[in-house]
């Protein structure tokens, strides 16, 4: 059974702390400062060891490449002009987009050099990550002291954080009237004193602007990704393998509003999300781009990298469409609101901004899921509750629930989670090689009633004839159909699965099952996750390749 993180709703005492709060005081404006002066060095740092691995590593393959020239070796020469250009694109990707990914298919007798250079690549990550946290401590730790000699009493440290958040990310000459109304934009969660996100940026000016869109991007490395606006009138999910990068990613879109095509495109701008990635705009709506917004995502220290914005579009435009059960009373139907109980139908309603740290979490009321046109929302978003005692749950994978139990919602108030990592979910990246000597043991123990889910990418060999395959093997038919017609030329270790397959299996009594490119299952005996390819461990002496198995073990839901 899971545990659960109880949070009593004190929640407008707690907003009207964090409003009390000045945020423009030579303190405030000396914290804000130093912490991103700090910061700053920090990023610089971290730009500086990565360029220095980077010209390291340019410089040794540059060297290889003339003494291959001089000597004639033509394969050696082959594989240092791979080199050179390797680390060269990656050069150019730190200093444009400071950050950069070595590629996952290299020459073989390149692997091993790097392998050697992503592992240095994520300690500085690691180091810059443990030192951008302390940087936070420290300052959180300033900004309680702030908030003393202001007399503002914030206990609940999750709503500090978001006022540290805010002090980070604002202007400190700022004023709330520069706030706008939380209701109207349909935007993050706002509450009264805040100042909303900043803009990303926009094409044009507007009085009065109304949100269209939430776009949610998943990516594995910088992409280019162009996405509709029109027509969209409910949820809806782009995925495939970018044209810049060929890795996979992932766009959520939630409508607020449909815009209706045929009209001519309105005024629109972008807003970002707090606690995610920002974009950039490469091209607004026109005809030549079909009325698709253009975006350029880059991804954060981790991979995947989660980003997020809000489109708004101006307020005036005839092409807006209101959609039923969305924008606070715009549509008449409520088909999206959940069932509260008997008396929820009679009770007057109010709208609540639902967010939490991190993004994406799903929300239930009193056991049932918010959703939009059958689809489940992810936070943030804004919906109309029952004035009601209410239980609010707030869920994500691989975190603990948080539960606010018997909340009463108040007009235009904003709920937030802190949410904390379940000390039983387990998530981690392992490497298959083709060649190894047997069944790879890993570190990870699963047991029944658990949750296991497997992933496998890349591509690797086990045949003479070299041909690449991914973790399903290769399959019996007219191409590889001669990898079956000898058993002792070809042995299998498991004859119901592909030769070559990826094999999984918990050690040491679990069978042995093959995997695919992806599983998941419940364990049905206590052990330790073991990996291995289908084939006879006497018959490896030409594999070639490697697999990436991404492992997630979580505990049974309730």
Not at 157 to 172: A, I, N, S
Not at 219 to 226: D, F, K, P, Y
Not at 266 to 273: A, F, Y
């Amino acid at each position: 059974m899971r545990t659960a993180l109880i949070a009593p709703l004190i929640l407008a005492a707690a907003l009207l702390s964090a409003a009390d709060a000045d945020l423009t005081t030579p303190e405030a404006v000396a914290l804000r400062t130093d912490h991103l002066a700090r910061q700053e060095a920090l990023s610089q740092t971290r730009l500086t060891q990565l360029a220095a691995m980077l010209d390291r590593e340019l410089a040794t393959v540059r060297e290889r490449q003339a003494r291959a020239r001089v000597s004639g070796n033509t394969s050696a020469l082959a594989s240092a002009k791979f080199a050179v250009k390797l680390f060269e694109e990656a050069q150019a990707s730190l200093k444009a987009e400071k950050s950069f990914v070595l590629p996952e298919k290299v020459r073989r007798e390149l692997e091993e050099r790097i392998d050697a250079c992503r592992r240095e690549q994520q300690a500085i990550e690691d180091v810059f990550t443990a030192a951008v946290r302390q940087l936070e401590g420290e300052s959180d730790t300033r900004l309680r002291a702030l908030l003393e000699a202001q007399q503002v009493e914030i206990a609940d440290e999750e709503h500090r954080q978001l006022l540290l958040r805010q002090l980070l990310g604002q202007d400190p000459a700022a004023t709330t009237e520069e706030a706008v109304d939380p209701v109207e934009t349909n935007a993050v969660p706002v509450a009264s004193g805040q100042v909303l996100p900043d803009v990303l940026g926009a094409n044009g000016e507007a009085e009065a602007w109304k949100p269209l869109l939430k776009l949610t991007f998943e990516v594995n490395a910088m992409e280019m990704l162009a996405v509709p606006l029109t027509g969209i009138a409910a949820p809806r999910t782009l995925s495939g393998e970018g044209l810049v990068s060929g890795q996979p990613y992932r766009v959520e879109l939630q409508p607020f509003r449909e815009l209706v095509g045929g009209a001519a495109l309105p005024t629109c701008r972008l807003r970002s999300v707090p606690g995610t990635f920002g974009v950039d705009v490469v091209a607004w709506p026109s005809a030549r781009n079909d009325g698709k917004l253009e975006l350029r995502v880059r991804p954060g220290r981790g991979t995947p990298s989660h980003h997020a914005c809000l489109v708004e579009i101006d307020a005036a435009s005839p092409a807006l469409k209101a959609i039923p059960g969305v924008d606070g009373g715009e549509g008449a139907s409520r088909s999206g609101d959940p069932d509260t109980g008997p008396e929820a139908g009679d009770m007057p309603r109010v709208r609540v901004n639902l967010s939490s740290d991190p993004a994406g979490a799903f929300v239930s009321v009193n056991g049932r899921l918010l959703a939009l046109g059958g689809q489940a929302l992810r936070t943030p978003f804004g919906f109309e509750l029952p004035a009601t005692p209410l239980e609010i749950r707030f869920r994500q994978e691989g975190f603990l629930d948080v539960i606010y139990k018997d909340a009463t919602p108040k007009a235009d108030s904003v709920l937030h989670a802190r949410l904390h990592r379940d000390p039983d979910y387990v998530e981690e990246v392992i490497t298959v090689p083709a060649g190894g000597k047997g069944w790879q043991t890993t570190r990870i123990r699963v047991k029944t009633g658990q949750r296991v889910r497997l992933s496998a990418t890349g591509k690797w060999s086990c045949g003479p004839g070299r041909e690449a395959v991914d973790a399903r093997g290769y399959p019996n038919d007219a191409t590889f159909f001669k990898y079956y017609l000898d058993p002792t030329q070809y042995p299998r270790q498991l004859n119901g699965a592909n030769y070559g397959a990826l094999l999984v299996r918990v050690a040491p009594d679990g069978p042995s099952e093959a995997l695919g490119n992806e599983r998941t299952f419940q364990p049905t005996v206590d052990g330790t996750l073991s990996f291995d390819i289908n084939e006879g461990a006497a018959a490896r002496h030409d594999n070639s390749g490697v697999l990436k198995v991404r492992i997630l073990v979580a505990p049974g839901r309730p």
